[in-house]
């Protein structure tokens, strides 16, 4: 059982930069592929980011490539997201999510644990 608690959304203006942080309880954080998903109002949830259980592979959505990075340390069960160049458009609660998994996951079906949200608001 992982538990996941997301922190570091607010309130910024385009062009700014967060990091958000998705801290994990459990012995076993590496042995979880981790993602970053988003959802704003009336809209789907929507993949952001994966990385595998080393952070040595990571894949990004299109939509935050070249702005967003993701990135892990095991030693302290946390994964984060660094948000680059904020739009407006990137405004939405974001999620993180964890799969017991050797590879990268890029659909909410494919993970087992989620995070509560954090709300991220980029204003023009």
């Known amino acids: 059982q992982v538990q996941l608690v997301e922190s570091g959304g607010g309130l910024v203006q385009a062009g700014a930069s967060l990091r958000l942080s998705c801290a994990a309880s459990?012995?076993?954080?590496?042995?979880?592929?981790m993602g970053w998903f988003r959802q704003a109002p009336g809209k789907e949830r929507e993949f952001v980011g994966t990385t595998n259980w080393s952070g040595g592979t990571t894949y990004m959505a299109d939509s935050v490539k070249g702005r967003f990075t993701m990135s892990r340390d095991n030693a302290k069960n946390t994964v984060y997201l660094q948000m680059n160049s904020l739009k407006p458009e990137d405004t939405a609660v974001y999620y993180c999510?964890?799969?017991?998994?050797?590879?990268?996951?890029?659909?909410?079906?494919?993970?087992?644990?989620w995070g509560q949200g954090t709300q991220v608001t980029v204003s023009s």
């Open positions: 999510a964890a799969v017991q998994s050797l590879r990268v996951a890029v659909r909410p079906v494919e993970y087992a644990y």
């Open positions: 459990g012995p076993t954080f590496s042995a979880y592929a």
